[in-house]
């Protein structure tokens, strides 16, 4: 299999994750909307009540969210199926020279393209089963509160509304006290996919992990095509750390595909159980075919042998031993009861019960604690995105918050091609001394060439800034921010470069980099500590946007809504030396 790049699939898996995420908490909040709007009602409200028992409106909104959210999804799986496979494609030129056989690159190859598009097209038509509203549901529990089956999602939210119904019929004193099990037992359980026998996976890990599959099947077919062509008679298995128990003894090992056999002086072992092993669902383990004795091993013996012995020690967190793998298991445990906490906060927010919000805060801080005090101690990756909820300051609220609400008009495609102090001289390297400050109606009536109207009603409402060289006006490169005072935030609603800063022949480097830092200071002026978000233009701009700003993906309420916190912006501060000019 080619060596892929299991990061960058990784970031493409969350983006669809956190999209499905999104549709949860639409659906979460849409129903406690509509209990929160029930019990602002009374018994004299008969006729009232009644309406508010149909749920269809509602439930049609539910579909057609889920329809949108689907098909971004699938819009996005070959190309990062094709991504995936092509960035290690190449790996395997040295082999067909070995072979003296023509190397036929993928972008080429149409029969690889294919096994792509097929596998993308098997992936989407799973998407489209688990998308179903008949598929989903929410957990049921019995009087113990475990989980014996499924509740379909309308029979759920019906069920929940009736409650409601009554709640306010009977002159219930404590409307929120009477719903609250309700709600905990909705936003605990989150939109789920139901397989029957009581067995119920949340959506978004679902949809994420066949993602993951697919994308792993894709590359699979390429590579046992490439071997045939070749007479491959082996494959090697990737290393990475923390592996299943089960799967440990293959990572960074070569085997054969026909029993055991010796080259050159080295055995090579059976790979069948190898071979079963990947098949495993799940398995995140990689296999690329070699012809033994030829292709040589892509770990150090050395090297191989100390990280697995690694893998094997135990470490002491808060008074228990365990290896890394089982401390990755509590890690993800955590993950999971973190965001059904933030689930139920999420739906208890929007049907107006503030107490049991704050319940779920104080257990959220608590989960966060101790899961930054587990990966520091055992040297776990933090995996905050994973927790739904990991936002810092501006954005750690429950609900009712602009960074997670307000939809933008607007998408970013501006590219950071370099951080400069100020601006560099494109020809010469030579740097250049910059200025921002807001700019002049007329100024931006007279532009020319730029692809965004920046005259547009749209931002009447906005804060236009302009990047210009000390002692001259011409204009760089504009921002325009929204500032969000309840959030403490700044939006970037928009951000272009000038057309003479654009292309092969442009006049200057660093404008894109310049025009988020004034984002940031501005953020800090107002006195927002430089929290900055913005909704970038595709998942390609998210991993540049991610790797050059130090920005997060938030993923709602736009697929890829983003944020730049308070210690990302200090960071890029310190790279810029602009003044704010009059």
């Known amino acids: 299999m080619p060596q892929i790049d299991e990061q960058k699939l990784n970031e493409y898996a969350d983006a669809v994750f956190n999209r499905c995420n999104y549709f949860n908490d639409y659906t979460l909040s849409t129903i406690g909307r509509r209990i929160k709007s029930i019990g602002q009602l009374n018994t004299a409200d008969q006729i009232a009540l009644k309406n508010m028992a149909d749920i269809s409106g509602d439930m049609a909104a539910i579909t057609k969210k889920l329809a949108e959210i689907t098909k971004m999804n699938i819009s996005d799986i070959e190309k990062i199926y094709t991504q995936t496979v092509t960035d290690g494609v190449n790996s395997y030129k040295p082999l067909y020279d070995f072979k003296g056989m023509q190397f036929v690159p993928f972008e080429q190859n149409e029969f690889a393209q294919q096994l792509v598009r097929n596998w993308a097209v098997q992936t989407a038509e799973e998407m489209i089963n688990l998308s179903r509203t008949k598929a989903l549901c929410f957990d049921k529990y019995n009087l113990a509160g475990d989980v014996v089956g499924s509740?379909?999602?309308?029979?759920?939210?019906?069920?929940?509304?009736?409650?409601?119904?009554?709640?306010?019929?009977?002159?219930?004193?404590?409307?929120?006290?009477?719903m609250r099990e309700t709600v905990k037992r909705l936003g605990g359980s989150g939109v789920k996919v139901t397989y029957g026998s009581g067995v119920n996976r949340a959506l978004s890990?679902?949809?994420?992990?066949?993602?993951?599959?697919?994308?792993?099947?894709?590359?699979?077919?390429?590579?046992?095509?490439?071997?045939?062509?070749?007479?491959?008679?082996?494959?090697?298995?990737?290393?990475?750390?923390?592996?299943?128990?089960?799967?440990?003894?293959?990572?960074?090992?070569?085997?054969?595909?026909?029993?055991?056999?010796?080259?050159?002086?080295?055995?090579?072992?059976?790979?069948?159980?190898?071979?079963?092993?990947?098949?495993?669902?799940?398995?995140?383990?990689?296999?690329?075919?070699?012809?033994?004795?030829?292709?040589?091993?892509?770990?150090?013996?050395?090297?191989?042998?100390?990280?697995?012995?690694?893998?094997?020690?135990?470490?002491?967190?808060?008074?228990?031993?365990?290896?890394?793998?089982?401390?990755?298991?509590?890690?993800?445990?955590?993950?999971?009861?973190?965001?059904?906490?933030?689930?139920?906060?999420?739906?208890?927010?929007?049907?107006?019960?503030?107490?049991?919000?704050?319940?779920?805060?104080?257990?959220?801080?608590?989960?966060?604690?101790?899961?930054?005090?587990?990966?520091?101690?055992?040297?776990?990756?933090?995996?905050?995105?994973?927790?739904?909820?990991?936002?810092?300051?501006?954005?750690?609220?429950?609900?009712?918050?602009?960074?997670?609400?307000?939809?933008?008009?607007?998408?970013?495609?501006?590219?950071?091609?370099?951080?400069?102090?100020?601006?560099?001289?494109?020809?010469?390297g030579e740097i250049i001394a910059t200025s921002y400050s807001l700019v002049d109606h007329n100024e931006l009536s007279a532009l020319k060439g730029w692809k965004f109207k920046w005259n547009s009603p749209s931002l009447d409402n906005t804060e236009i800034y302009k990047l210009t060289i000390n002692g001259d006006n011409e204009i760089q490169g504009l921002v325009a921010l929204t500032k969000y005072e309840q959030d403490r935030a700044v939006y970037v609603n928009i951000a272009e470069s000038s057309p003479n800063n654009m292309g092969m022949n442009k006049m200057y480097n660093g404008v894109g980099g310049h025009l988020f830092a004034i984002a940031a200071q501005r953020s800090i002026d107002l006195g927002f500590g430089g929290f900055v978000f913005m909704d970038a233009k595709n998942i390609d701009l998210v991993e540049h946007y991610a790797k050059t700003l130090g920005a997060t993906l938030l993923g709602r309420p736009h697929p890829y809504r983003m944020f730049i916190d308070e210690d990302a912006a200090e960071e890029l501060l310190k790279i810029y030396t602009f003044e704010k000019g009059e």
Request: proline residues 2%; negative net charge; glycine residues 8%.
């Open 151 to 178: 509740t379909p999602l309308s029979g759920a939210f019906q069920k929940a509304i009736d409650d409601a119904v009554i709640a306010v019929s009977t002159g219930t004193a404590d409307f929120n006290t009477a």
């Open 205 to 428: 890990g679902m949809v994420r992990q066949n993602l993951l599959y697919g994308a792993k099947q894709a590359a699979q077919a390429y590579d046992e095509y490439v071997g045939d062509q070749l007479g491959c008679d082996g494959f090697e298995v990737d290393y990475h750390a923390h592996p299943r128990p089960t799967h440990a003894f293959m990572g960074g090992e070569m085997y054969s595909y026909d029993g055991d056999v010796t080259v050159n002086g080295r055995t090579y072992k059976d790979g069948a159980e190898a071979l079963e092993r990947l098949g495993d669902y799940g398995c995140l383990h990689f296999k690329t075919d070699v012809i033994l004795g030829v292709s040589e091993p892509r770990y150090d013996e050395q090297w191989l042998a100390e990280h697995k012995a690694k893998d094997n020690e135990l470490i002491e967190f808060n008074g228990k031993q365990k290896t890394a793998y089982e401390w990755q298991q509590a890690q993800r445990r955590i993950e999971t009861e973190t965001r059904r906490q933030r689930d139920i906060a999420y739906m208890a927010n929007a049907s107006g019960d503030k107490e049991l919000v704050r319940q779920c805060e104080d257990k959220i801080i608590a989960y966060r604690k101790t899961y930054d005090d587990l990966c520091e101690t055992v040297g776990l990756e933090k995996r905050h995105n994973r927790m739904a909820t990991y936002y810092p300051k501006s954005v750690d609220k429950t609900g009712g918050n602009g960074i997670i609400n307000i939809r933008g008009e607007n998408n970013l495609d501006i590219k950071i091609d370099r951080f400069t102090p100020c601006l560099e001289n494109a020809k010469t």
